[in-house]
C-alpha cells in the first residue's frame, strides 16, 4: 500500500497534468520520480530581468524547478527559478512563497501563484527578498502588473452530465460596494 505522501505525489501530479493540460502560460516541462518530485515548470508570462549591463528588460518565458523534500506535504516545496527574474520575492536560489503554505494547498494552485507572481500581479515589498525590486515595484506602481492576463486556465463548464442548480440571486447587502477601497493603501519600502 502506498504511503501518505506517495498518494499526495500523485495526486498532485494528476491535478496539475489535467489543470493545465493545454494552457499555453504554464506547462510541466519535466519531471524527476514517479511519481513526481522534481518539477521543471515553464511559463509564457511577461516578467522582468536584470541583464549584465544593470539594465531591466522584460522577458516572456520562464523556467522553474519544484523540489518536493521527504517533509512534503507538511514543509513547503523548494522553488528556484532556472531564468533569472527581477521580483521583490525572488533571489537567485529561491522564490519566496511567504507564509501562506500549507498542507492543504494544491501544487498546482502554488505553481499558478507562482506564474502571478512573475507578472507582478502578486507581490510582497514589506519583507522582500531582493530590496531593488520592491523599490523597483513601489517607484513604478503604474507599469504593474506587466502580465494582466489570467495565469490560472480557466474552470471547465460542467459536463451534461453533472447537474447543477441555479445560484440563489445575491442579497443586497452582498453586492454593494464598499465606501472604502481596501487595495488603495500605497505600498511603501521597510526600512
Not at 66 to 94: E, G, W
Request: aromatic residues 8%; contains cysteine; charged residues 20%.
Amino acid at each position: 500500500m502506498a504511503s501518505p505522501r506517495t498518494r499526495r505525489l500523485k495526486l498532485d501530479y494528476d491535478a496539475l497534468r489535467e489543470r493545465l493540460a493545454n494552457w499555453p502560460l504554464i506547462q510541466i516541462a519535466g519531471t524527476a520520480g514517479m511519481p513526481p518530485e522534481v518539477y521543471r515548470i515553464a511559463y509564457a508570462i511577461k516578467g522582468l530581468y536584470v541583464q549584465p549591463s544593470g539594465q531591466i528588460h522584460e522577458r516572456d518565458t520562464h523556467l522553474m524547478e519544484i523540489n518536493l523534500s521527504l517533509d512534503y506535504p507538511r514543509r513547503a516545496p523548494q522553488c528556484r527559478m532556472l531564468t533569472p527574474v527581477f521580483h521583490p520575492n525572488f533571489d537567485d536560489a529561491s522564490v519566496c512563497i511567504g507564509d501562506f503554505w500549507a498542507a492543504s494547498e494544491g501544487l498546482d494552485d502554488l505553481i499558478i501563484r507562482i506564474g502571478r507572481m512573475i507578472a507582478y500581479q502578486e507581490y510582497n515589498t514589506r519583507s522582500p527578498l531582493n530590496g531593488l525590486a520592491a523599490r523597483w515595484a513601489a517607484e513604478h506602481l503604474n507599469l504593474l502588473p506587466l502580465d494582466s492576463r489570467p495565469i490560472a486556465p480557466p474552470v471547465a463548464p460542467p459536463t451534461a452530465s453533472e447537474p447543477t442548480e441555479p445560484a440563489p440571486p445575491p442579497s443586497p447587502a452582498a453586492t454593494a460596494l464598499p465606501t472604502e477601497d481596501p487595495w488603495a493603501t500605497p505600498i511603501t519600502l521597510a526600512e
